[in-house]
Nanobody
Framework: QVQLVESGGGLVQPGGSLRLSCAASGLPFSGHAMGWFRQAPGKEREFVAA????????YYGDSVKGRFTISRDNAKSTVYLQMNSLKPEDTAVYYC???????????????WGQGTQVTVSS
């Protein structure tokens, strides 16, 4: 059974930082591209970042470029999202997702986590 478990969310002040983690199990992690998406109340799910299975290709959504960094540790079956210079508009539930082989910015990932809440507020 495939499981993706996100952690690291919480409440942070504007300008602050958080690091999200997503631990994967039940799948060949190094054979999957990984992505982060987010969804704010009343809005559609939005692409945030993606990383190829090898880690040598990364994509970012326009709203997070230069502030967020995605990385992965295949030995630990874990993907990370370092979020810096956080803004109130970054407030959302953040989801981790896995897709066999091919990296993409689209929503057609094969597996999804349950999400972790990130709230940016003073």
């Amino acid at each position: 059974q495939v499981q993706l478990v996100e952690s690291g969310g919480g409440l942070v002040q504007p300008g602050g930082s958080l690091r999200l983690s997503c631990a994967a199990s039940g799948l060949p992690f190094s054979g999957h591209a990984m992505g982060w998406f987010r969804q704010a109340p009343g809005k559609e799910r939005e692409f945030v970042a993606a990383i190829s299975w090898s880690g040598d290709i990364t994509y970012y959504g326009d709203s997070v470029k230069g502030r967020f960094t995605i990385s992965r540790d295949n030995a630990k079956s874990t993907v990370y999202l370092q979020m810096n210079s956080l803004k109130p508009e970054d407030t959302a539930v953040y989801y981790c997702a896995a897709k066999r082989v091919v990296i993409t910015t689209q929503l057609n990932y094969d597996y999804w986590g349950q999400g972790t809440q990130v709230t940016v507020s003073s």
